[in-house]
Antibody, heavy 123, light 109 residues
Framework: QVQLVESGGGVVQPGRSLRLSCAASGFTFSNYGMYWVRQAPGKGLEWVAL????????YYADSVKGRFTISRDNSKNTLYLQMNSLRAEDTAVYYC????????????????WGQGTLVTVSS | EIVLTQSPATLSLSPGERATLSCRAT??????LAWYQQKPGQAPRLLIY???NRATGIPARFSGSGSGTDFTLTISSLEPEDFAVYYC???????????FGPGTKVDIK
């Protein structure tokens, strides 16, 4: 069965960096686009970034563009989110999610989601 | 940038009743709209994609309709496990963006 397990969250000071990981199993990771979506405490969902199945294209929300970088290692079935220059407003649970169909190249939707990892930006 | 609004913010209903949730976009999203269900402490679950297609394993009591700017999620007869928050989400190709609505909470009356 599909499994997505996020890790790397924690408490970090404003301006510092953090890297999140998402370990995937139960499907052919290299065939699927992957997403990061976040949810601030008690708030709604916010899309953060998308990477194509082969890593050739990446897209970001305006709120994180220039600060966050999405990447993937298909040999390790792992998705990453490098977060730099963190701000208090980046505090959220970060979810990774797989694309609905293989080869969608961002023309689909987040389908299966991991359980998330909490990032708290605070001094 | 396309903005999604959802109404009502809260819907108080009893098990067995019909739930009708609305999602409206500030400009046409064609049929590129999805619905998600989220229960407390859990990750969201995809229910409907491309406005009216049920995702794998989603019960038939969930249905989606609409196109352009106005969309509806209908739960024909609420089961106890359906009380949750529901989000709509659109995808646009240029610029490549994904936007969520603010959510509708369906709670027990």
């Amino acid at each position: 069965q599909v499994q997505l397990v996020e890790s790397g969250g924690g408490v970090v000071q404003p301006g510092r960096s953090l890297r999140l990981s998402c370990a995937a199993s139960g499907f052919t990771f290299s065939n699927y686009g992957m997403y990061w979506v976040r949810q601030a405490p008690g708030k709604g969902l916010e899309w953060v970034a998308l990477i194509w199945y082969d890593g050739s294209s990446k897209y970001y929300a305006d709120s994180v563009k220039g600060r966050f970088t999405i990447s993937r290692d298909n040999s390790k079935n792992t998705l990453y989110l490098q977060m730099n220059s963190l701000r208090a407003e980046d505090t959220a649970v970060y979810y990774c999610a797989k694309d609905l169909f293989s080869g969608c190249s961002g023309d689909c939707y987040p389908d299966y989601w991991g359980q998330g990892t909490l990032v708290t930006v605070s001094s | 940038e396309i903005v999604l609004t959802q109404s009502p913010a809260t819907l108080s209903l009893s098990p067995g009743e019909r739930a009708t949730l609305s999602c409206r976009a500030t400009q046409s999203v064609n049929n590129y709209l999805a619905w998600y269900q989220q229960k407390p402490g859990q990750a969201p679950r995809l229910l409907i994609y491309d406005a009216s297609n049920r995702a794998t394993g989603i019960p038939a009591r969930f249905s989606g309709s609409g196109s352009g700017t106005d969309f509806t999620l209908t739960i024909s007869s609420l089961e106890p496990e359906d009380f949750a928050v529901y989000y709509c989400q659109q995808r646009s190709n240029w610029p490549r963006l994904f936007t969520f609505g603010p959510g509708t909470k369906v709670d027990i009356k």
